[in-house]
Nanobody
Framework: QVKLVESGGGSVQSGGSLTLSCEASGLTYNSYCMGWFRQAPGKDREGVAQINTDGTTRYAGAVKGRFTVSKDNAENILYLQMNSLEPEDTGMYYC????????????????WGQGTQVTVSS
């Protein structure tokens, strides 16, 4: 059974940094693309960053240059380094995984963690 567990959320002031982690189990890690999504109160969930099986990455425009997604293949951990945080980054952050290549290309990841809350105050 695939399981994703996020950690590292918290409350920071605008301009601060956080690093989120996602520990994955029950999957062949190198065969999955992995991503981070977020959902702010009253808004739809949106993609934040994705890292593919070949190591290529892509980011939402709102976070490009501030967030960095990476993974430790040896430890099966996905990271999201978030710098220069803004109040607009507040939300529940979810880790997701997918092993179907076409779904990865479309950013349609179907295995989800429970989320970790990030709150940025001005």
């Amino acid at each position: 059974q695939v399981k994703l567990v996020e950690s590292g959320g918290g409350s920071v002031q605008s301009g601060g940094s956080l690093t989120l982690s996602c520990e994955a189990s029950g999957l062949t890690y190198n065969s999955y693309c992995m991503g981070w999504f977020r959902q702010a109160p009253g808004k739809d969930r949106e993609g934040v960053a994705q890292i593919n099986t070949d190591g290529t990455t892509r980011y939402a425009g709102a976070v490009k240059g501030r967030f960095t997604v990476s993974k430790d293949n040896a430890e099966n951990i996905l990271y999201l380094q978030m710098n220069s945080l803004e109040p607009e980054d507040t939300g529940m952050y979810y880790c997701a995984a997918e092993d179907f290549a076409v779904s990865c290309e479309r950013g349609f990841l179907q295995v989800w963690g429970q989320g970790t809350q990030v709150t940025v105050s001005s």
